[in-house]
């Protein structure tokens, strides 16, 4: 793979309607309830439009990986990476981060790669255990490194601010792949590593 050998681009089946979502928002509001006759809240339908289109964008990107001329062989991790989704159950969000890891193979990864990844996948409306095996399996598969280990850990705003409203809780998922599943000591060092306990 060349150091920009693939392009990264996030293609939904149909682009974004802002006009009709704008629409779509105002008789939701209003079958809510919500009058949107004052002057503050006159502009939110478009508002809200947009800020929904924005959740489900994500930046295209080059994948940029170099040879490992060193042969490096542990871990390389990327710590709290941020992440913001949308539970696709409720359309609210959730925010927590990422510890996205590897054990290179024949190539190593732009380290800004890995938060881009992260941003690809969860800028669409996602399930957290979906979102934590999507970005595994992709670094996989593109990456064919050694192991691949990815933790989320987020507060879901679907149990914080409605239902059960359990404030402060966090959902922590995980995937391990190759030797970072098989291995136990290169399972505990990632988990020391991220700091989550195993």
Known sequence: MSSSALRVVHQPEVGPDLEAAEAAASQFLTALGIRLDSESLRGTPGRMARAYAELFAPRPFDLTTFPNDEQYDELVLARA??????????LLPFVGVAHVGYLPGERILGLSKLARIVEHFACRPQVQERLTKQIADWLCEHLNPKGVGV????????????????????????????????DARSRQEFFALTGVNA
């Open 81 to 90: 990476i941020p992440v913001r989704s949308v539970c696709e159950h409720h």
């Open 151 to 182: 933790v989320i850990e987020a507060e879901h705003s679907c149990m914080t601010l409605r239902g059960v409203q359990a404030v402060g809780s966090s959902t922590v998922t995980s995937t391990l792949l190759g030797t970072l599943r098989q």
